[in-house]
């Protein structure tokens, strides 16, 4: 038996037919635990690494794929066999759209044995993976998986360095670091940037992040995240304190005017995942 199938680590979720978590049709795995704490995370139920209880009368958590009766539990171990034999099921749909699995989180890179576990599975398998990645994480996470990895969709949220410390809870340097020696290497990546109104999607970061790319040979497509009000009623359903209130989804106008940086240093641009 292959060593990686019984590699165990926490997960919160499957998504079946992703369809915005990179090309094609996808499985998506979230894992558990992220270093970053975002102001408007839209998966608050992911910080936490260690599954959590959660009062069943109050929050009504989805049913989960792979086990049901987890209902009122976030978070539960699996072993990566288990994950692969359910992302198999939809590898018609993988091979019919150029899709396959995305492993997503919280931060994926905080349980790196798992993390390798599966994409080494996913390789002996043949199922294309990409992670979607803070990029926070030691050069040496990087180093173990990337030969295993054909896409990774890189968060690049802030590039003000004292404004990602007061809104992630961490530095950027470390992120941007990675970016650059991940395509430095030849890895094939797609910074994502989340357009948070009157944070991220200010005209100076946007421009700031548009000119740290133009520096970096191989990366011609970038996905603008346009602002989504998940994160909203998710922070209403687990009682989270929302620093940022209330705020409005980017116009198409706005989004336009957003894109137009990138199409300036020669990226297409994708709006959405
Ligand atoms: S990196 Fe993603 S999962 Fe982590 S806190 Fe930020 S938005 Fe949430």
Same mark, same amino acid.
């Given at each position: 038996?292959?060593?990686?199938?019984?590699?165990?680590?926490?997960?919160?979720?499957?998504?079946?037919?992703?369809?915005?978590?990179?090309?094609?049709?996808? $499985?998506?795995?979230?894992? @558990?635990?992220?270093?970053?704490?975002?102001?408007?995370?839209?998966?608050?139920?992911?910080?936490?690494?260690? &599954?959590? &209880?959660?009062?069943?009368?109050?929050?009504?958590?989805?049913?989960?794929?792979?086990?049901?009766?987890?209902?009122?539990?976030?978070?539960?171990?699996?072993?990566?066999?288990?994950?692969?034999?359910?992302?198999?099921?939809?590898?018609?749909?993988?091979?019919?759209?150029?899709?396959?699995?995305?492993?997503?989180?919280?931060?994926?890179?905080?349980?790196?044995?798992?993390?390798?576990?599966?994409?080494?599975?996913?390789?002996?398998?043949?199922?294309?993976?990409?992670?979607?990645? $803070?990029? *926070?994480?030691?050069?040496?996470?990087?180093?173990?998986?990337?030969?295993?990895?054909?896409?990774?969709? *890189?968060?690049? @949220?802030?590039?003000?360095?004292?404004?990602?410390?007061? *809104?992630?809870?961490?530095?950027?340097?470390?992120?941007?670091?990675?970016?650059?020696?991940?395509?430095?290497?030849?890895?094939?990546?797609?910074?994502?940037?989340?357009?948070?109104?009157?944070?991220?999607?200010?005209?100076?970061?946007?421009?700031?992040?548009? $000119?740290?790319? $133009?520096?970096?040979?191989?990366?011609?497509?970038?996905?603008?995240? &346009?602002?989504?009000?998940?994160?909203?009623? @998710?922070?209403?359903?687990?009682?989270?304190?929302?620093?940022?209130?209330?705020?409005?989804?980017?116009?198409?106008?706005?989004?336009?005017?957003?894109?137009?940086?990138?199409?300036?240093?020669?990226?297409?641009?994708?709006?959405?995942?």
């Amino acid at each position: 038996m292959k060593d990686y199938l019984n590699v165990t680590g926490t997960i919160f979720d499957l998504k079946k037919y992703a369809i915005h978590d990179g090309p094609g049709i996808r $499985s998506t795995v979230f894992f @558990k635990g992220c270093p970053l704490a975002c102001w408007w995370c839209h998966n608050p139920e992911a910080r936490n690494p260690e &599954p959590e &209880p959660v009062d069943s009368e109050r929050v009504r958590i989805r049913k989960y794929v792979m086990d049901p009766s987890r209902e009122g539990t976030i978070g539960y171990e699996v072993e990566v066999g288990y994950i692969l034999e359910e992302i198999e099921k939809d590898r018609v749909f993988y091979d019919q759209s150029g899709g396959g699995v995305t492993i997503s989180g919280g931060e994926p890179l905080m349980q790196l044995d798992f993390l390798a576990a599966l994409l080494e599975g996913c390789r002996d398998w043949g199922i294309r993976t990409a992670v979607d990645t $803070s990029g *926070y994480a030691p050069r040496e996470a990087f180093e173990l998986i990337i030969d295993n990895v054909d896409l990774f969709l *890189y968060d690049i @949220k802030l590039i003000d360095t004292a404004a990602h410390t007061e *809104y992630t809870g961490m530095s950027n340097e470390l992120i941007l670091e990675n970016c650059v020696w991940l395509v430095q290497q030849g890895s094939n990546l797609v910074p994502r940037i989340p357009l948070i109104p009157g944070v991220t999607d200010t005209k100076d970061n946007l421009s700031g992040i548009a $000119s740290f790319l $133009s520096g970096l040979e191989g990366v011609d497509e970038v996905s603008l995240l &346009p602002y989504n009000t998940i994160a909203e009623d @998710k922070f209403e359903r687990y009682q989270i304190s929302n620093r940022l209130g209330r705020l409005e989804r980017q116009s198409i106008e706005q989004l336009q005017e957003a894109g137009k940086l990138f199409e300036e240093i020669g990226c297409s641009v994708r709006y959405g995942g």
